[in-house]
């Protein structure tokens, strides 16, 4: 689990980094088109990002199964849950 959740923060930092890039960008008024690529790409690295999330979250499911039949659905019926939202 360290090794998903150091990716998970290297990934967030990442886009940190790029917003800060498209801040940077707006200041120095660039042009609009290369504004708009730069938070595409962010919006972007957050989808799959989010993807990685509950892909995680389903795995951790099946990994550790509750003992507890209805908590283990409730478990699925969270993680399906976000899969629609995304």
Do not use: H, W, Y
Request: proline share 2%; charged share 35%; net charge positive.
């Amino acid at each position: 689990m360290e090794k998903k959740k150091k990716d998970v923060i290297n990934r967030l930092k990442r886009a940190e980094g790029q917003l800060r890039g498209i801040q940077k960008m707006i200041e120095e008024e660039k042009e609009c088109i290369d504004i708009v690529t730069q938070l595409v790409a962010v919006r972007s690295s957050i989808n799959s990002l989010t993807g990685l999330v509950i892909a995680n979250k389903i795995q951790s499911c099946f990994e550790n199964p509750s003992a507890n039949p209805k908590e283990q659905e409730e478990r699925l019926k969270e993680a399906i849950k976000m899969i629609v939202k995304k």
